[in-house]
């Protein structure tokens, strides 16, 4: 899973929007789409309600995963939010990691302006996090 993951501009704000409005708290969610392409972002509430890691709702994400293979799309990516700190799995989000065919996205809110991140996270490999490259959809990956 090397190949970029496309992120329109829409998606990316509503990931941005769902970090800043958790602050000081990370936030959490998945993205629907197809193939690498993310189109529509699932909010998510983060139960551990902490500025340091994130914890999905079960049933809100079970929910969210049975509506997206009902309607034939699947999930492309969870995100995640940083307050505080990089755009960077943490040692945690790495050893939480199960299912590395799905990107994993970081929003850090740490800087003057958000960065958005990707990346593949599989602990069966060395090293386990490798970083996606990311398209808009409209221009060639960075």
């Known amino acids: 899973m090397r190949e970029p993951l496309v ?12 970090a800043r ?4 708290r990370e936030c959490c969610g998945l993205v629907s ?17 902490s500025a ?4 999905a709702d079960d049933r809100q994400q079970t929910a ?7 309607s034939g799309g699947r999930i492309v990516a969870v995100y995640h939010s940083h307050p505080r700190t990089e755009a960077r799995p943490s040692r945690a989000d790495v050893a939480r990691w199960f299912t590395p065919r799905v990107a994993h996205v970081i929003v850090s809110l740490a800087g003057a302006e958000p960065e958005l ?11 386990p996090v490798h970083e996606l490259a990311i398209a808009d959809g409209r221009t060639a990956p960075a």
């Not at 992120?7 to 769902?18: F, R, T």
């Not at 193939?35 to 139960?47: D, E, F, I, Q, Y």
């Not at 340091?52 to 914890?55: G, Y």
């Open 7 to 18: 992120i329109p501009p829409g998606v990316a704000e509503a990931i941005v929007a769902h």
């Open 21 to 24: 409005a958790a602050a000081p």
């Open 33 to 49: 789409g197809d193939g690498r392409r993310c189109r529509v972002v699932h909010p998510l509430t983060n139960v551990a309600a």
């Open 52 to 55: 340091d890691e994130f914890a």
């Open 64 to 70: 969210v995963r049975e509506a997206v293979r009902a």
């Open 117 to 127: 991140r990707a990346f593949c996270i599989d602990p069966s490999t060395d090293p």
